[in-house]
């Protein structure tokens, strides 16, 4: 029986834009000058979590004294709004894609693990402020990705049960986070977690530029807005 879905969910780094680079770059840096060395394996581990908790897990298994993790959060953030700022752009098939889903009537939340000041320089720089309905941070969760909260919270937002929803993401732990909802999920993983299992999607795509008509029949199920009083 094919599924009916009310509403779309997008995370936004590594959906929208490719800003994961900018991520690991920035950490790997900011980290390592308190002393914490990460791996390529480390960094892909923690995508999709929130950089808070993050700083507080590397914080945990090889502790610094100083700067306080706050500081070496709020510096991350800074440094990659700045990078997104100056050097980012959309991934492929952004605009066309959001537009797409837009056409079926379907609402549309962004749901991101990142903090709001990254959102919006990400929204600005995009020209995307009025092309979602909602737009959620998990910094006000009290549980980050990859548990539900904030897919739950944007499902509420957007008056859709959540299982009416579909999520598109990039990690393993958004995936987990959407699936755990109960929402059909989609990944877009970056090359060096593509050929596994990402995290039980419903369905991967190798860009957004893919996320076309097709994709209903590939995860059995159908747009079906509800009519807006």
Known sequence: MTRPIEAVVFDMDGVLLDSEPIWRGVEVEVFGRVGVELSEEDLIRTMGVRIADVVRLWHERQPWNDPPIDDVTDEIVERVATKIEREASLNEGTIEAIDRL????????????????????????????????????????????????????????????????????????????????????????????????????????????????????????????????
Do not use: Q
């Open 102 to 229: 837009r056409a079926h009537g379907l609402p549309l939340a962004l749901a991101s693990s990142s903090p709001m000041r990254l959102i919006e320089a990400v929204l600005r720089m995009g020209g995307l402020d009025d092309r979602f309905d909602v737009v959620l941070t998990g910094e006000d969760e009290e549980h980050g990705k990859p548990a539900p909260d904030v897919y739950l919270s944007a499902a509420r937002a957007l008056g859709v049960p959540a299982e009416r929803c579909l999520a598109i993401e990039d990690s393993i732990n958004g995936v987990r986070a959407a699936k755990a909802a109960g929402m059909v999920a989609i990944a877009v993983p970056p090359p060096e977690t593509r050929g596994g299992d990402i995290g039980g999607a419903d369905l991967i795509l190798d860009s957004l530029a893919d996320l076309d008509d097709r994709v209903w029949e590939a995860t059995g199920t159908e747009p079906a807005p509800r009519v807006r009083r």
